[in-house]
């Protein structure tokens, strides 16, 4: 008889984790809080449009690649590259960079404020690339026994790195280009991670080479939720079961071993082997009550910033509105280093626009235009009144109306606004952190919550708070780490 497996959450790692898990012969069981699959990366329809709720886009796309062939099954989803891979405004500047992936055809574009811009480019990015090649398959897909382990591990990184540890991303970017427009362009990377380009490590100025080089940015047809639906049909046809409104509360042990978890009606749901797929951290402290990750604990943590996003369908088309967009302030520096812990620097907001149906038509009625705006706000932890939502919001689409000389305001026909609040109540996020704990150097790698429980030899963990990080690949890399633990542990 094939041993059976809990997963506790259905957001992309829990899925990718399943998946793997139920190719291997075992029964697999989901129980999740929300109303349907995908945590972050998830879905509303409403009034006739379709938003993508999280994640608008995805890099690195040869890891799902990779994953579905451990998997045995077509990838059930369908993407296109970017390129341009997203456009900047500057406030207060009419002109609009593209980020193309040619570096020539992107260097012209800043001809008048850095003209060697293309030498400079093609030096940064060498070194972008040095640090992926050196790190990527070390660092970020490896399990870690414990902190020897991952010492040793380290001890295959080029040592000529080590600098970048102690370097902020801004720094590093700094030091290759002379403009603002360039150095905040550039640097706008180190905000995919949480948190921004002054209190980022510059070691992950790697994500430069993924985004130029290595493999780009992909839009997926349909919609970014694609991928649940794909992901949660190879499931069902491998005969996973899905109980969805049901959040775990408690668990109930034997010894070193979880027997069962419950849920907050009281359903007890037995297994094998228990799979969190809630954030690592707060599970441990918020159901199993360890002292390490209290409340009190968990406030002194590294978390990532908020976010406050809304979602709005207008009538009429914006033909000139490309997929993917930032409107910056002219402060751009002033803002990235105040907006994790001080509101009032919301009073001039960076935000970006997902353009959904630009290349997605079936997620807005004819002649209708979806809209997703993210603003990276502070967490709860340093901006808990949230009343004010509507007036940051309203400014917002003011700034926005006057950048791209449409005034869309009378055009709405729907909108939806998640504040930080709204974040941490509907996915269990501490303090309405975005994307979990973030990525400081005390939690990196085997300095970040383990994929394994400390206590129960069969209770494991994947997602953002884990290994190896934040993001849609890393979330499956995260899958597959946490199924190798699973199953040495199986046999």
Request: charged letters at 25%.
């Given at each position: 008889?094939s041993?059976?497996?809990?997963?506790?959450g259905?957001?992309?790692?829990?899925?990718?984790?399943?998946l793997?898990?139920?190719?291997?012969?075992?029964?697999?069981?989901?129980?999740?809080?929300?109303?349907q699959?995908?945590?972050?990366?998830n879905?509303?329809k409403?009034d006739?449009?379709t938003?993508?709720?999280?994640?608008?886009?995805?890099?690195?796309?040869?890891?799902?690649?990779?994953?579905?062939d451990?998997?045995?099954?077509?990838?059930?989803?369908?993407?296109?590259?970017?390129?341009?891979?997203y456009s900047v405004n500057?406030?207060?500047?009419d002109?609009?960079?593209?980020?193309?992936?040619?570096?020539k055809?992107?260097?012209?574009?800043?001809?008048?404020?850095?003209?060697?811009?293309?030498?400079?480019?093609?030096?940064?990015?060498?070194k972008?690339?040095?640090?992926?090649?050196?790190?990527?398959?070390?660092?970020?897909?490896?399990n870690?026994?414990?902190?020897?382990?991952?010492?040793?591990k380290?001890?295959?990184?080029?040592?000529?790195?080590v600098?970048?540890?102690?370097?902020?991303?801004?720094?590093?970017?700094?030091?290759?280009?002379?403009?603002?427009?360039?150095r905040?362009?550039i640097?706008?990377?180190?905000?995919?991670?949480?948190?921004t380009?002054?209190?980022?490590?510059?070691?992950?100025s790697?994500l430069?080479?993924?985004?130029?080089?290595?493999?780009?940015?992909?839009?997926?047809e349909?919609?970014?939720y694609?991928?649940?639906?794909?992901?949660?049909?190879?499931?069902?046809?491998a005969?996973a079961?899905?109980?969805?409104?049901?959040?775990?509360?408690?668990?109930?042990?034997?010894?070193e071993?979880?027997?069962?978890?419950?849920d907050?009606n009281?359903?007890?749901?037995?297994?094998?082997?228990?799979?969190?797929?809630s954030?690592?951290?707060?599970?441990?402290?918020?159901v199993l009550?360890?002292?390490?990750f209290s409340?009190?604990?968990?406030e002194?943590?590294?978390?990532?910033?908020g976010y406050?996003?809304?979602?709005?369908?207008i009538?009429?088309?914006l033909?000139?509105?490309?997929?993917?967009?930032?409107?910056?302030g002219?402060?751009?520096e002033?803002y990235?280093?105040?907006?994790?812990?001080k509101?009032?620097?919301?009073?001039?907001?960076?935000?970006?626009?997902?353009?959904v149906?630009?290349?997605?038509?079936?997620?807005a009625p004819e002649?209708?235009?979806?809209?997703f705006?993210v603003c990276?706000?502070?967490?709860?932890?340093?901006?808990?009144?949230?009343?004010?939502?509507?007036?940051?919001?309203?400014?917002?689409?003011?700034?926005?109306s006057?950048?791209i000389?449409?005034?869309?305001?009378p055009?709405i026909i729907?909108?939806?606004?998640?504040?930080?609040?709204?974040?941490?109540?509907?996915?269990?996020?501490?303090?309405?952190s975005?994307?979990?704990?973030?990525?400081?150097?005390t939690?990196?790698?085997?300095l970040?919550?383990?994929?394994?429980?400390?206590e129960?030899?069969?209770?494991?963990?994947?997602?953002?708070?884990?290994?190896?990080?934040?993001?849609?690949?890393m979330?499956?890399?995260?899958a597959?780490?946490?199924?190798?633990?699973?199953l040495?542990?199986?046999i």
């Amino acid at each position: 008889m094939s041993k059976k497996i809990i997963i506790v959450g259905a957001g992309l790692g829990g899925l990718a984790s399943g998946l793997l898990l139920s190719k291997q012969g075992y029964k697999v069981e989901f129980v999740e809080k929300n109303n349907q699959a995908g945590g972050r990366l998830n879905q509303i329809k409403k009034d006739g449009f379709t938003f993508d709720t999280g994640p608008s886009f995805f890099s690195m796309s040869f890891v799902f690649k990779d994953f579905m062939d451990k998997c045995g099954v077509e990838l059930p989803f369908k993407f296109v590259e970017l390129d341009p891979l997203y456009s900047v405004n500057f406030s207060g500047d009419d002109k609009t960079y593209h980020l193309y992936k040619d570096i020539k055809k992107l260097s012209e574009q800043f001809m008048d404020v850095e003209p060697d811009f293309e030498e400079k480019m093609e030096k940064y990015l060498k070194k972008s690339k040095r640090l992926f090649d050196d790190t990527f398959d070390i660092v970020i897909r490896n399990n870690f026994d414990n902190n020897f382990d991952y010492a040793k591990k380290l001890m295959g990184v080029n040592p000529v790195h080590v600098p970048q540890l102690f370097n902020t991303f801004f720094n590093h970017v700094k030091s290759h280009f002379s403009s603002k427009e360039a150095r905040s362009i550039i640097s706008l990377v180190a905000f995919f991670l949480g948190r921004t380009p002054f209190d980022t490590m510059a070691i992950y100025s790697l994500l430069s080479h993924t985004e130029f080089r290595h493999d780009g940015y992909y839009n997926v047809e349909g919609g970014m939720y694609n991928i649940i639906n794909g992901l949660v049909s190879e499931l069902e046809k491998a005969g996973a079961v899905f109980n969805y409104d049901s959040e775990v509360i408690k668990v109930e042990k034997e010894g070193e071993k979880i027997t069962k978890v419950i849920d907050k009606n009281g359903k007890a749901y037995d297994g094998d082997v228990f799979l969190i797929n809630s954030d690592a951290a707060l599970f441990r402290g918020e159901v199993l009550h360890r002292e390490k990750f209290s409340e009190a604990k968990l406030e002194k943590m590294q978390w990532t910033m908020g976010y406050l996003t809304f979602y709005i369908g207008i009538k009429g088309k914006l033909d000139k509105l490309n997929l993917h967009n930032y409107f910056l302030g002219s402060n751009f520096e002033e803002y990235g280093k105040n907006v994790m812990h001080k509101p009032d620097a919301l009073e001039k907001p960076y935000y970006y626009v997902n353009n959904v149906s630009k290349y997605n038509p079936d997620c807005a009625p004819e002649g209708c235009e979806s809209l997703f705006f993210v603003c990276p706000v502070p967490n709860l932890q340093y901006k808990k009144d949230w009343s004010d939502k509507d007036d940051i919001v309203n400014s917002i689409i003011k700034d926005f109306s006057q950048r791209i000389g449409v005034d869309i305001t009378p055009n709405i026909i729907t909108k939806t606004i998640y504040t930080p609040y709204d974040w941490e109540e509907q996915f269990n996020l501490f303090r309405g952190s975005g994307l979990g704990l973030s990525h400081q150097f005390t939690q990196i790698g085997a300095l970040r919550p383990k994929n394994f429980d400390e206590e129960f030899k069969n209770l494991f963990y994947v997602g953002a708070s884990t290994l190896p990080g934040a993001g849609l690949p890393m979330a499956v890399i995260s899958a597959e780490l946490a199924t190798e633990r699973i199953l040495k542990a199986l046999i």
